[in-house]
């Protein structure tokens, strides 16, 4: 069962607020439209206190990129999870690995799939600097997307992906990690 955001935020936002109050007042969130955007992924069913685990995201990253470069495809962009499903009360999670693409509508890979989102409204917010600043601020930013969904009544049923973590910049395409951009965005109808 995956938590709606609404119903989340109503029984965890105090826990995952409690003494963080400082990095909201500083979060500005705004409406757009993310998509459409296909993904070429590594699913994973995770437990979620897995979800920081760099390893994992470094394994995904590297088959990926073995992939990529043995096909000779080439990334539209940079590397994203996707959140699948989120369930508080399992403390399990399903989530996606994966680069933006282009042109390509399927794998002979039985551990890669594709992932296409359609066009789709979108509540965001932008981290910037290095991952040891972002990650931390990713524990608050989240439940605050979730909360601002709910409290604007935005429809989020029936999503194959309720949220994107978007690594626009990155060591790969920047090498100061004050200039690492990172866009957190939460789909909506």
């Not at 594709?114 to 608050?140: F, H, Q, R, W």
């Amino acid at each position: 069962m995956r938590y709606g955001r609404s119903r989340f935020c109503e029984k965890y936002w105090p826990r995952y607020f409690q003494g963080r109050i400082d990095i909201l007042i500083y979060m500005q969130i705004t409406e757009t439209v993310f998509g459409p955007k296909t993904y070429l992924a590594i699913k994973k069913s995770i437990a979620i206190s897995q979800i920081t685990d760099k390893d994992m995201y470094d394994q995904a990253g590297k088959k990926l990129g073995e992939y990529m470069a043995a096909h000779e495809i080439v990334p539209a962009g940079g590397w994203s999870v996707l959140y699948i499903k989120w369930d508080q009360a399992a403390q399990a999670a399903e989530i996606a690995i994966g680069f933006p693409i282009v042109g390509i509508d399927s794998t002979n890979d039985a551990e890669i799939s594709i992932i296409d989102i359609l066009a789709k409204n979108a509540s965001m917010t932008t981290l910037m600097g290095p991952y040891s600043e972002v990650s931390p601020k990713l524990a608050t930013t989240h439940p605050a997307l979730m909360k601002h969904v709910g409290e604007k009544g935005f429809n989020t049923e029936g999503l194959e992906v309720f949220a994107v973590e978007e690594y626009a910049t990155n060591p790969e395409t920047e090498s100061d990690p004050q200039k690492y951009v990172t866009n957190v965005y939460y789909l909506h109808n």
